[in-house]
Antibody, heavy 120, light 107 residues
Framework: EVQLVESGGGLVQPGRSLRLSCTAS????????MNWVRQAPGKGLEWVGL??????????EYAASVKGRFTISRDDSKSIAYLQMNSLKTEDTAVYYC???????????WGQGTMVTVSS | SYELTQPPSVSVSPGQTARITCSAD??????AYWYQQRPGQAPVLVIY???ERPSGIPERFSGSSSGTTVTLTISGVQAEDEADYYC??????????FGGGTKLTVL
């Protein structure tokens, strides 16, 4: 079964850091670019960033709202993508989803999401 | 910044046709993608590359494109289609953008 499972969410104070993990199974993780997408409570989807597959350099891109604070990495040997979030702000409160990019650049695999709450 | 504009809500009766538009604010327009999200669930891809339908998605879902506007059409709407729908595209720098979402209500 193709699956993505996010973990690492929780309650964190403003200014602190948190690392999310996205564990893949059921497909060749190393072939897939991976994305992080978030959704604030009651709001729409917001793309956070991506990491290209290793054969394509494993390079990253970020949304302007998180650039310089968030870092995406991947460990193909463990089939895990990471989202390192530093200098967290209250507006980073959201459900964070990881998603794999498949045929036609479509986000065709999604995890169930993990909640991050930034509050003092 | 690149923006995609969707109507906040669309309402249709069962069996009718729902059309949800997504307008890009600049050219060139890249391919568009559509996702369905039911309450408390992760998004599901329903249309990719403007008009392509993934396997497992009912034939009543279709996509079209004209100029800088793409449209998701759901023919013969069913109660289970009630959900939020998001369009997505890439800007000229290769980063992704989502539209604000459209709540589809089946009356």
């Amino acid at each position: 079964e193709v699956q993505l499972v996010e973990s690492g969410g929780g309650l964190v104070q403003p200014g602190r850091s948190l690392r999310l993990s996205c564990t893949a199974s059921g497909f060749t993780f190393g072939d897939y670019p991976m994305n992080w997408v978030r959704q604030a409570p009651g709001k729409g989807l917001e793309w956070v960033g991506l990491i290209r597959s290793t054969p394509y350099g494993g390079t990253t891109e970020y949304a302007a709202s998180v650039k310089g604070r968030f870092t995406i990495s991947r460990d193909d040997s463990k089939s895990i993508a990471y989202l390192q979030m530093n200098s967290l702000k209250t507006e980073d409160t959201a459900v964070y989803y990881c998603s794999g990019t498949g045929e036609g650049d479509a986000f065709d695999i999604w995890g169930q999401g993990t909640m991050v709450t930034v509050s003092s | 910044s690149y923006e995609l504009t969707q109507p906040p809500s669309v309402s249709v009766s069962p069996g009718q046709t729902a059309r949800i538009t997504c307008s890009a604010d600049a050219l060139p327009k890249q391919y568009a993608y559509w996702y369905q999200q039911r309450p408390g669930q992760a998004p599901v891809l329903v249309i990719y590359k403007d008009t392509e339908r993934p396997s497992g998605i009912p034939e009543r879902f279709s996509g079209s494109s004209s100029g800088t506007t793409v449209t998701l059409t759901i023919s013969g709407v069913q109660a289970e289609d009630e959900a939020d729908y998001y369009c997505q595209s890439a800007d000229s720098s290769g980063t992704w953008v989502f539209g604000g979402g459209t709540k589809l209500t089946v009356l």
